[in-house]
């Protein structure tokens, strides 16, 4: 049974930092890219930042210098580092699993980032 499982949400002030972090298991981890997406109040989903089964990493604009990804293989875990948060980062976040191009792709639940004084 494929799980992620998302935590590390909450509410921060603008200029804040939180980190994420998306437990993973039913699958092999190693073998799928790793990425975070975010969804804001009425607004499409988008990608934030993925980390490839190669360790290559790719942000959107709006989050590179302040966000960092990184993957954990041994502990089957991806983290989301996020510094420098302003309430435009305010959204749910997903943690995503894909294999094949998206052939395959694995969503969690997602958790809640507020980012408000």
């Known amino acids: 049974q494929v799980q992620l499982v998302e935590s590390g949400g909450g509410l921060v002030q603008p200029g804040g930092s939180l980190r994420l972090s998306c437990a993973a298991s039913?699958?092999?981890?190693?073998?799928?890219?790793m990425g975070w997406y975010r969804q804001a109040p009425g607004k499409e989903r988008e990608l934030v930042a993925v980390r490839t089964r190669f360790s290559l990493s790719n942000y959107r604009d709006s989050v590179k210098g302040r966000f960092i990804i990184s993957r954990d293989n041994v502990k089957n875990t991806v983290y989301l580092q996020m510094n420098s948060l302003n309430p435009e980062d305010t959204a749910v976040y997903y943690c995503?699993?894909?294999w094949g191009g998206g052939a395959i792709s694995y969503w969690g639940k997602g958790t809640l980032v507020t980012v408000s004084s």
């Open positions: 039913g699958f092999t981890f190693g073998s799928y890219d």
């Open positions: 995503n699993a894909q």
